[in-house]
C-alpha cells in the first residue's frame, strides 16, 4: 500500500491531469454534464409539483381533470429523473473507468522505457500499487465525486433561489439554520475517519500478531511463550477495543447532536411556518415544499462538505501517478543514433570500461575493464561471488551505462546506437528461466513472434525440450501458470535456451545456473547450451565443468578486474584463483557429487 503523506498536499493541481485525460471525451463530458442538470432540476422540480399539488389537488371541490394534469406532470417529472440519473451515472462511472484506463496505459508504456535502475530505488511492489490503489481513488473522483459536487453545487443553488422565491423571510432562517447544522456535522465526520483509520489499523495489528505467532507456533511452545503470547494478544486486543470504543462514543454524540440539529431546525422553522399559515399568510403546500427544498439543500450542502476531502485524496493519488509520468528515461536512444554493421559480425568488447551501480556509487564493480570477444568465440567467465560477471551482461544489454570507457558491439559504442537495436543483437539466458505466465507457444516464441511452429518445435528439439512439451496435455498450447510453476528448473532452462535459439542473434550471454540439476536434466541442459552457443558469440558466467571445457577462452574475474586468463588446462596448472575455485567446485562435478556454484 501506498501510504498516504503524513501532512497531505492541499493544493489540487495535480487534479489537472486527470481533467486532461477527461477532456479527450468532449461527447461524453456534454452528455455527463446535461444528465446532470436534468438531475438537478428535477430533483428540485418535485417540491415545486408537491406544492401545486397541495394546494390545488387537495382542495376540495377541485377539478379531477387538474388533479389529473397535476399528478401526471409530476408523474412526467420522476420519469425524467429516473432516467437522466441512469444516463447520468453510466456517463460518469464510464469517464471513470475509461479516464483511469487511459493513464493507467500511459503509466505502463512509461514504465517500460525506464532503465532497470530506476527499479531499484522504486520497488516494483509499491508502484504496482499505484497502478491499482491511486488509479482506483481517481476512478472514484471522476466517476463519483465531480458529478456528486457538481450536482449538489447545483441543487444548492437552485434550492436556495427557489426557497427565496418560495417564502423568503423563512428561508433567511434557514440560511442561519445550515452553517449551524452543517459545520458540527463536518467537524466531526473528519474526527470520525480520523478515528476510524486508527481502529483498522488496530484491527490489522491483531492480523498480524495472530499470523505471526501462529507461524511461529513451534517455537512458542517449544519455549513454553505461551503465556507471554496471550500477554501480548491480550494487550493488542485491548488497544483495539479501546480505539473502537472512543470511535462508537464519538459516533453517539454525533448522533445525538445531528438529530437535534437537523429536528431542532425543522421544527423551528416548520414553527415559523405554523404562525404563517395560521396568519393566512402562508400556505400548506408551500410549507410542505419548503420542507421538502430544506431538506435537498441541507442534502447538497453536507454532500459538498464530502467532496474536497475526496478531491484532495484524489490530488495526491494524481501527484503520484504524474511522479512516475515525469521520471526520463536515463537510457534513450541517441539523437542521431548510429546503425549497426548488416551483416552483424557479432563483435563484443569492452573497453577500459569503469562501472559503478548507481546504488553504490562507493563500490567500482567493474574497474579499467577490457575485454574483446571475436566473432564465434566463446569466452568463459569465473570468479568468486561479487566479482562482476553479471555486471558485463548488465553492460553489454545497455541497462546502465559506465562512467568510464566504451562498450562496442561491431565497432560501434552501445551509447550511440538504438538501445533496441543493440538488444536485436543478443540473446540473453538469464539464470533462472523467466517463464511468463501464457501458453508454452508463446514463452518460446518471446525471442521471435513470428516463429511458426515448425520453427518452434526445431528450436525445441535442439534445447532438449521437445519430449516434455511434447508431453504436456495440450502442447503448445498449455498455459504455463503464474511464473510457470508447472515446471521443474532444468525444464525452465530448455525453454530459456529454446527461446534464445529462437532469437537467433549473433551475440549470446549466457548465465549458468547454479541449481543442483540430477545427472539426466544435467545433461539434457549442457547439450542444449552447447547447441546455442554453436557459431555465436558467446558470453557465458560458467558454472560448469564442461562450459569452461569448451570454451575458446577462460576469463577470470576478481573485485571487477580480469586476473587470470587462459584455457582450462593452462590454468589448472597456474596455481592461481581459478585452480582454487575449480578444485574447490569442479572436482565434486567430476566425482558425481551434485554441481554447486562456482561463482
Ligand atoms: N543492482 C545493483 N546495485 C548495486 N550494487 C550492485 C548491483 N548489482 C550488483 N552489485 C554489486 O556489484 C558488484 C558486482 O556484482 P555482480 O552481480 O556483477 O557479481 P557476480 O560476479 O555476478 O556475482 P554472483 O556470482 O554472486 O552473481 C558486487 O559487489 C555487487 O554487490
Avoid at 530448455?494 to 535459439?501: E, Q
Wanted: glycine letters at 10%.
Amino acid at each position: 500500500m501506498i501510504e498516504e503523506p503524513k501532512r497531505p498536499r492541499r493544493s489540487l493541481g495535480p487534479l489537472r491531469m486527470v481533467w486532461r485525460e477527461m477532456l479527450k471525451y468532449p461527447g461524453r463530458m456534454a452528455t455527463a454534464g446535461g444528465a446532470l442538470i436534468t438531475t438537478a432540476t428535477s430533483t428540485l422540480a418535485i417540491p415545486y409539483g408537491f406544492r401545486q399539488i397541495i394546494d390545488k389537488g387537495f382542495a376540495q371541490g377541485a377539478d379531477p381533470n387538474a388533479i389529473r394534469s397535476w399528478f401526471l406532470m409530476l408523474m412526467g417529472v420522476v420519469v425524467v429523473l429516473a432516467v437522466a440519473t441512469a444516463i447520468r451515472f453510466y456517463s460518469v462511472s464510464w469517464l471513470g473507468e475509461r479516464v483511469v484506463g487511459d493513464i493507467r496505459l500511459r503509466v505502463q508504456r512509461h514504465l517500460l522505457t525506464l532503465a532497470p535502475s530506476f527499479f531499484e530505488e522504486n520497488s516494483p511492489k509499491e508502484i504496482s500499487s499505484r497502478m491499482t490503489a491511486d488509479t482506483a481513488i481517481i476512478e472514484q473522483i471522476v466517476g463519483t465525486t465531480v458529478s456528486v459536487a457538481l450536482r449538489n453545487a447545483i441543487m444548492a443553488l437552485g434550492g436556495v433561489i427557489y426557497l427565496f422565491a418560495l417564502e423568503p423571510g423563512l428561508t433567511a432562517w434557514l440560511v442561519i439554520a445550515i452553517p449551524v447544522v452543517i459545520l458540527p456535522i463536518a467537524a466531526f465526520g473528519r474526527k470520525l475517519r480520523a478515528v476510524s483509520r486508527s481502529s483498522q489499523d488496530r484491527v490489522a495489528d491483531i492480523g498480524a500478531l495472530t499470523a505471526e505467532v501462529l507461524g511461529a507456533l513451534k517455537v512458542v511452545q517449544a519455549f513454553n511463550q505461551e503465556g507471554r503470547e496471550q500477554g501480548r494478544f491480550a494487550a493488542a486486543v485491548e488497544r483495539t477495543f479501546d480505539t473502537g470504543r472512543h470511535r462508537i462514543m464519538i459516533r453517539a454524540i454525533m448522533t445525538a447532536v445531528i438529530m437535534f440539529l437537523i429536528f431542532g431546525s425543522i421544527t423551528m422553522i416548520m414553527w415559523r411556518g405554523a404562525i404563517g399559515v395560521a396568519e393566512g399568510s402562508i400556505t400548506g403546500g408551500t410549507i410542505a415544499a419548503f420542507v421538502v427544498t430544506a431538506g435537498i439543500v441541507a442534502g447538497a450542502f453536507g454532500s459538498l462538505t464530502e467532496v474536497y476531502g475526496d478531491l484532495v485524496r484524489g490530488a495526491g493519488a494524481a501527484s503520484r501517478l504524474a511522479e512516475l509520468l515525469s521520471e526520463h528515461p536515463t537510457i534513450a536512444p541517441p539523437a542521431r543514433a548510429l546503425v549497426l554493421p548488416s551483416p552483424a559480425r557479432g563483435k563484443l568488447a569492452f573497453e577500459r570500461v569503469t562501472f559503478r551501480y548507481p546504488s553504490r556509487p562507493e563500490l567500482p564493480a567493474l574497474h579499467d575493464f577490457n575485454l574483446t570477444i571475436e566473432p564465434g568465440e566463446t569466452v568463459a567467465i569465473v570468479g568468486p561471488s561479487g566479482a562482476g560477471k553479471s555486471t558485463l551482461f548488465q553492460l553489454a544489454e545497455r541497462f546502465y551505462d559506465p562512467q568510464g570507457g566504451a562498450i562496442k558491439i561491431d565497432g560501434v559504442p552501445l551509447a550511440s546506437a538504438d538501445p533496441a537495436e543493440i538488444r536485436a543483437r543478443i540473446a540473453l539466458v538469464p539464470q533462472e528461466g523467466v517463464l511468463f505466465a501464457a501458453s508454452a507457444r508463446d514463452n518460446l516464441r518471446y525471442g521471435n513472434w513470428h516463429a511458426d511452429d515448425e520453427a518452434i518445435w526445431q528450436a525445441a528439439r535442439a534445447a532438449n525440450a521437445e519430449g516434455f512439451l511434447r508431453a504436456l496435455p495440450q502442447g503448445l498450447d498449455t498455459f504455463l501458470g503464474e511464473d510457470g510453476a508447472r515446471l521443474s528448473g532444468g525444464q525452465r532452462q530448455r525453454i530459456a535456451i529454446a527461446r534464445a535459439l529462437l532469437r537467433d542473434a549473433p551475440i549470446l550471454l549466457l548465465d549458468e545456473a547454479t541449481s543442483a540439476l540430477d545427472a539426466e536434466s544435467e545433461r539434457l541442459v549442457q547439450d542444449a547450451v552447447e547447441t546455442l552457443m554453436a557459431q555465436r558469440t558467446t558470453l557465458v558466467i560458467a558454472h560448469r565443468l564442461a562450459t569452461v571445457r569448451k570454451a575458446d577462452r577462460i576469463v577470470v574475474m576478481d573485485g571487477g578486474r580480469i586476473v587470470e586468463q587462459g584455457t582450462h588446462e593452462s590454468l589448472s596448472g597456474q596455481g592461481g584463483l581459478y585452480a582454487r575455485l575449480a578444485s574447490l567446485q569442479f572436482d565434486a562435478v567430476v566425482s558425481g557429487q551434485p554441481i554447486a556454484p562456482l561463482g
